[in-house]
């Protein structure tokens, strides 16, 4: 399996532009999760899906940023408008259905400036 | 509410050195646990962990690390750093509901 494979690796764009985040996660698992991760607050939770489904959303910032997870093969995460204090690394992990482990995909490297 | 602590945040260690990385966590029940490793400009990677039953768990890479209920720790280890296991290292907590939680992470330098 390739593992979490996710898109783009880098991404510079202007404050007010949108960004989406893509993410297929690795075959077989049917928990999906979008961390994003700072020097300042470290790897944060933002959302996470079982079966498609969002289950907590709890840690997504604002109303900028949503998700979406169309099929069990696929998920993105959009920030509109992107700001500035956005930039992040933000990641995809994947987890199997009985277990508690989570695969981290490469992340993406988000510059908004 | 489960929460992790890594009191460390930067460690340096010579090549060939013992390495103890502290992890203790706050939760009611016993967690699942968990060490992952952060090479620069990598995603996370998971090293072990501990679901049940013996409570030293052995890991990718030579790591292991071990649960102790008693000071609700559970430290990474490894006899012998290499050169290449410079990273940033994350302790984690699960509640067995897809709710994990990530300690702030401890920095690893090896000196030559």
């Known amino acids: 399996d390739a593992g979490v494979i996710q898109s783009p690796r880098h991404e510079v764009t202007e404050m007010g532009q949108e960004v989406t985040l893509r993410c297929k996660p690795i075959?077989?698992?049917?928990?999906l999760f979008w961390y994003r991760q700072t020097m300042m607050r470290g790897l944060e939770l933002l959302i996470y899906f079982n079966n498609n489904v969002p289950i907590d959303d709890s840690g997504m910032p604002e109303d900028r940023f949503s998700a979406k997870m169309p099929n069990a093969s696929f998920s993105t995460l959009k920030i509109q408008p992107s700001e500035p204090r956005d930039s992040a690394v933000y990641f995809c992990?994947?987890?199997?259905?009985?277990?508690?482990?989570?695969?981290f995909g490469p992340g993406t490297r988000l510059l908004v400036l | 509410a489960q929460s992790v602590t890594q009191p460390d945040i930067h460690i340096t260690v010579s090549e060939g050195a013992s390495l103890e990385l502290r992890c203790n966590y706050s939760y009611g029940a016993t967690p699942y646990l968990f060490w992952y490793v952060q090479s620069p400009g990598q995603g996370l990677q998971l090293l072990l962990k501990?679901?049940?039953?013996?409570?030293l768990v052995q890991g990718i890479k030579g790591f292991e690390a071990e649960f102790k209920r008693s000071q609700s720790s559970f430290n990474l280890r490894k006899p012998s750093v290499h050169w290449s296991d410079a990273a940033e290292y994350f302790c984690?907590?699960?509640?067995?509901?897809?709710?994990?939680?990530f300690g702030a992470g401890t920095r690893l330098t090896v000196k030559p």
């Open positions: 992990a994947s987890g199997q259905p009985e277990g508690e482990t989570q695969y």
């Open positions: 075959s077989g698992h049917n928990s």
């Open positions: 984690a907590v699960g509640a067995g509901n897809n709710d994990m939680r």
């Open positions: 501990y679901f049940s039953g013996d409570t």
